[in-house]
């Protein structure tokens, strides 16, 4: 809401961001609705409203004639997950709601809450085109037909989402009955996740797979109206996974086994800050949460820093290509929450451009 004051009283900072904010949404503006039924894949259940993906690190396996089952190289995507465009449509929606939904908070202009109901409706509430309220197939491993907890991995980005369809609320476009029946399908949504054998996995996963899922499901119920599971899911799930997810130096003990561990550690800590801020709109303080065996989000931040500031070579493995800049994010974040830290080294190199109004996410960073 300050942003938006600083806009209409004429703000250089700000008025440049909202230039860069609406170039990147032009785009969107133009695009034709995806849906998930356009799909030439057929799930197992035969009805292609299922969500369907391929598991990215699993490969044809060497020691059988028929190449089943697949077998898993961390780190190494196999190009046939991508045959499949649920994901990338997912994916595509998400970033798309978020940006229309800021530019419409920001101009008030009812073109970019149009475009962003006329998606949504596609996506999630027209019975021709609609995705089911479920991830049973998602991240499908060739040979098995388990369902696994690491599927919900791919909407990590939903959250995202509805933070755009809350900024088009109000608007001409997205009415009071559009938003009642997002809210069913993410009520149901909400429920698979808590019910299904492939959500209890996902909760039961102790790395970035049980972090996201704590997000998603926090996210969900406060959008439709839950409070109080809300706040439960973060004072028994969220807490007993900070106390198990990190060593009390602030290391992430799983993130680093990976072979792409500096990637995992940022992608976890991100969803970890996320977690943070949407635990605020249920009441509970996470970002200075201390467990009591000493552990603690400024704590896992902490040992980050030395890495992102470049001060302290990365030892651990990394297979893909090392960029420090993947740490910007959560430092931006953290030098606003965690005022005592010194973050200069680290923020140094953009925090120009930033203040500038180079980044469109100046109107959203609460580094600003």
């Not at 907890?149 to 009071?176: K, R």
Request: glycine share 6%; hydrophobic share 35%.
């Amino acid at each position: 809401m300050e942003n938006k004051f600083k806009i209409n009283a004429g703000n250089e900072q700000c008025l440049a961001a909202l230039k860069q904010l609406i170039a990147a949404t032009a785009p969107s503006l133009s695009k034709t609705p995806t849906t998930i039924v356009n799909k030439s894949f057929t799930p197992p259940s035969g009805d292609k409203h299922d969500y369907t993906s391929l598991a990215t690190y699993w490969w044809p396996n060497p020691k059988t004639a028929s190449k089943l089952p697949y077998i898993r190289k961390d780190g190494q995507t196999n190009p046939e997950a991508n045959a499949i465009k649920d994901n990338a449509y997912l994916r595509d929606l998400c970033k798309d709601i978020r940006l229309l939904g800021l530019c419409y908070y920001f101009t008030n202009d009812e073109k970019y809450a149009s475009k962003a109901t006329e998606m949504l409706k596609v996506f999630f509430l027209n019975s021709a085109t609609r995705m089911n309220p479920h991830l049973k197939y998602a991240q499908m491993i060739k040979g098995d037909n388990k369902v696994y907890g690491t599927g919900t991995i791919d909407t990590e980005q939903f959250p995202e989402l509805l933070d755009g369809v809350q900024l088009i609320v109000g608007s001409n476009s997205w009415t009071a009955a559009n938003h009642a029946a997002l809210q069913n399908w993410f009520n149901q949504y909400l429920n698979w996740l808590m019910t299904s054998d492939g959500g209890k996995e996902a909760n039961a996963a102790p790395n970035n797979i049980g972090t996201h899922y704590n997000l998603q499901v926090v996210t969900y119920a406060l959008f439709v109206g839950n409070k109080t599971l809300a706040k439960s899911l973060v004072e028994t799930q969220a807490f007993n996974r900070l106390d198990g997810q990190f060593k009390a130096s602030g290391e992430q003990t799983y993130e680093l086994a990976r072979t792409n561990s500096w990637t995992y550690c940022n992608k976890n800590l991100k969803g970890w800050f996320n977690l943070a801020s949407v635990a605020e709109s249920a009441g509970v303080n996470l970002w200075d949460y201390t467990t009591p065996s000493g552990k603690s989000l400024k704590k896992a931040f902490q040992w980050m820093i030395p890495y992102g500031a470049g001060t302290k070579s990365w030892s651990f493995d990394q297979i893909g290509t090392f960029k420090i800049e993947y740490f910007t994010i959560a430092a931006r974040t953290g030098s606003a929450i965690y005022k005592d830290l010194n973050l200069q080294t680290v923020l140094a190199k953009d925090h120009a451009r930033f203040m500038s109004g180079a980044y469109s996410e100046m109107l959203t960073s609460r580094y600003y």
